[in-house]
């Protein structure tokens, strides 16, 4: 039998007591049973005639038979209660052993559960390791390059300046421009770049919606698309002044790229000159004493800008010309400038 516990034991002890008490109580009504028998035996008369001893002795005879019978009925009784209590004895018995066996088994099991638990938790510990170590790499990579992108859009908004072009008169100097109109000029076309209008869309923006595009961004946010062009913007902090009351004012600049969303974008060259067609519809908003036309060409544009130049100072507006270098787009900037023609 598998090794119990005090109160098992104690359990057990119990149930023989119980047994040992019935035994005992059986062998002295037993006891009882044939003192009595004996003292009426020593009772009775000898002398009395064999025909009153007989008929005195038939009725003894069906008492001690009844007392006999009821004894047997007792004892059979308790002879299949203390069966009763074997067998349930022997069930406790049982139950104990197989609780004792799944105790053993769940703590088996438990011991087994805690071992992997801790094998997977020193997984886990070593993989958010990793994680982290891999998280703090692209947000150095994506700190740099927030900082070139800064750099490029910095470094193409400073290199914006006029532009002297062979035999291009340069243009009569107006104070009272209030509207520009941007083209650009490239892969053998023309555009009408909406700057002025997505540079409004990005002054509508609240601060706090800005700050969470350009955190999504990684630093770069996006305005648009309108009219097949978008703005890309990125905010850097230019200067820190104390003022004399110990306040610190902290000054940013914006940096913006208009870049469109597929190449080539417009209208052929030719095709735009015509009456009526881009270069007319582009301007016919405007007037001509307050508006300038600012055109922006590309590298492989400059065989056609003398011929655009041409069309528009002949209906009347100011013409600024600026070149693009390869592979950049126009760009503005906080401390951009205004047009020649301003």
């Known amino acids: 039998m598998a090794r119990r516990r005090n109160d098992d034991q104690a359990g057990s002890n119990g149930v023989e007591d119980s047994f040992l008490d019935i035994v005992a109580n059986i062998v002295g009504i037993l006891i009882l049973l044939v003192l009595v028998v004996g003292v009426r035996a020593a009772s009775q008369p000898q002398h009395a005639s064999e025909t009153v001893a007989e008929t005195q002795q038939e009725p003894v005879e069906l008492l001690e038979e009844e007392q006999v019978e009821e004894i047997e009925k007792e004892v059979a009784a308790s002879a299949r209660e203390v069966a009763d209590l074997a067998q349930s004895l022997a069930k406790v018995d049982q139950q104990l052993e197989t609780s004792e066996d799944e105790r053993l088994l769940v703590t088996t099991y438990a011991i087994a559960l805690e071992q992997e638990y801790e094998k997977h938790k020193q997984q886990l510990d070593e993989q958010s390791a990793e994680r982290l170590e891999i998280r703090e790499e692209l947000a150095a990579l994506d700190s740099k390059a927030h900082q070139l992108m800064l750099k490029k859009v910095g470094l193409t ?4 300046q006029p532009a002297t072009l062979v035999n291009t008169p340069t243009p009569i100097v107006r104070r009272n421009i209030e509207e520009t109109v941007h083209l650009r000029l490239g892969e053998g076309r023309i555009a009408v770049a909406p700057l002025d209008k997505l540079v409004k869309m990005l002054e509508s923006v ?3 919606t800005r700050l969470r595009d350009l955190n999504r961004g990684n630093g770069v946010a996006r305005i648009g698309p309108a009219d097949g062009f978008e703005l890309l ?7 820190s002044d104390v ?12 940096f913006a790229e208009l870049r469109p969303l597929f190449t080539p974008i417009g209208v052929e060259a030719e095709q735009a000159l015509q009456p009526g067609d881009l ?4 301007l016919r908003p405007y007037s ?13 544009g400059i065989k056609d800008y003398r011929k655009i ?14 070149l693009l270098l390869e592979g950049t787009h126009i760009a503005i900037g906080t401390s951009g400038r205004k047009t020649a023609a301003q």
């Open 157 to 160: 908004t400073a290199s914006m």
């Open 206 to 208: 609240s601060p706090q």
């Open 233 to 239: 913007y990125a905010v850097q902090q230019a200067f």
């Open 243 to 254: 003022s004399p009351m110990g306040t610190r004012t902290t000054q940013h600049e914006v």
């Open 279 to 282: 270069i007319d519809q582009a």
């Open 288 to 300: 001509a004493h307050n508006t300038a036309v600012v055109l922006w060409v590309l590298p492989d």
């Open 309 to 322: 130049v041409s069309a528009v100072r002949e209906r009347g507006y100011a013409v600024d010309v600026r």
